[in-house]
């Protein structure tokens, strides 16, 4: 590739992630410079040419969530007053995904929020991975790219089989998700009823499907404080399940949820590596990673050739 025509830049919150983008394409990181002033606020300085560039941003808008989402948002502003021909957002991971519809009186849309702003900022075009809501794509007047684990989830698992598989989805809202996966990897599909009282806090009410004896893999989108997926696990074990392993694609991780699975009956938690791991997490023997980059690297290179992404989507 003509790295006079493309351009990829990373932002601080995961670089490990844009180098392994990068040597997947055969590219350099581009050069900019990223600082904050004393009193918090980011400044940061493009260092190389990239007018009339194919510019690519990566920076999944992980905690720090406002500070990441700033950052992504001066370096395209100062890529759009550098002359760049096209700038995509690359957000492995989309902050504020969650909040896709008002289900209370006097609430934001923050996830409409985010997009706007990320288009005022100069985002000609978007490139997500796993969406908490597959509708947030049409919270953009741009065109969006919007990708999944899943090859890369069934590709693993086809080479470490698990007999007497169920694939269970931890809620009603991801049974799509999930029977995708059961699909591809040939197993039954079952379903977690549960009532979420309020944010972070969840109570399983009931298992749909028959889990007894089986070795259930539960797919979900992200795993936050993993209140839900502990205590999802727990109601299929009561079910008679032999087994529970997990599955998601964003690994959140926040307060006491690595300790939590450290402590849960859940025999391995598999998660991408769109979020970089604290110290915590890559310490604890039950959590995986799979790389991502090479997903990643084909659709950025798709995009600049302009040739089809949709075998991606499969």
């Known amino acids: 590739m003509n790295s006079d025509r493309i351009k990829i830049f990373g932002g601080s919150a995961n670089p490990q992630l844009t180098a392994a983008v990068c040597k997947a394409l055969g ?3 581009a050069a900019l410079k990223l600082r904050r002033f004393s009193d ?3 400044n940061c300085q493009i260092l190389e040419n990239v007018r009339g ?3 690519f941003v990566i920076q999944p808008t992980c905690s720090p969530v406002e500070f990441h989402l700033m950052e992504i948002l001066c370096l395209m502003d100062a890529l759009k007053r550098s002359s760049a021909e096209r700038i995509t957002a690359v957000l492995p991971y ?7 519809r008002k289900d209370k009186p006097r609430v934001p849309i923050s996830a409409k929020l985010v997009a706007s702003v ?8 978007i490139m997500a ?7 947030i794509q049409g919270f953009f007047n741009v065109p969006v790219d919007h990708l999944f684990f899943r090859p890369v989830v069934i590709d693993y698992y086809k080479q470490q089989p698990m007999a007497d598989l169920t694939v269970v989805s931890p809620d009603a809202g991801g049974v799509e998700r999930a029977r995708s996966i059961a699909k591809r990897l040939n197993a039954p599909l079952a379903i977690i ?13 009931n298992v749909i499907g028959d889990v007894a004896g089986q070795n259930c893999l ?10 839900t997926l502990v205590k999802g696990a727990d109601a299929l074990l009561e079910h008679g399940a032999a087994s529970v392993t997990a599955c998601a694609t964003h690994a959140v991780l926040s307060g006491p949820a690595v300790e939590r699975i450290q402590n849960s009956r859940i025999k391995e938690v598999v998660v991408s590596n769109s979020i970089p791991l604290t110290q915590a997490a890559i310490d604890c023997g039950k959590i995986r990673q799979l790389c991502v980059a090479s997903l990643l690297a084909r659709a950025i290179q798709s995009i600049h050739e302009e040739t089809s992404v949709s075998m991606l989507f499969e």
């Open 94 to 100: 989309y902050g504020y995904g969650r909040q896709d």
């Open 193 to 205: 009823d549960k009532r979420r009282e309020e944010a972070n806090v969840a109570e399983v009410m």
């Open 218 to 227: 539960i797919i979900d989108d992200l795993i936050d404080t993993a209140g």
């Open 40 to 42: 918090g606020e980011i």
């Open 129 to 135: 991975l796993d969406l908490h809501a597959a509708q």
């Open 27 to 29: 590219l350099n990181v």
């Open 118 to 125: 990320l288009e005022t900022a100069g985002a000609n075009r």
């Open 53 to 55: 560039a194919d510019c």
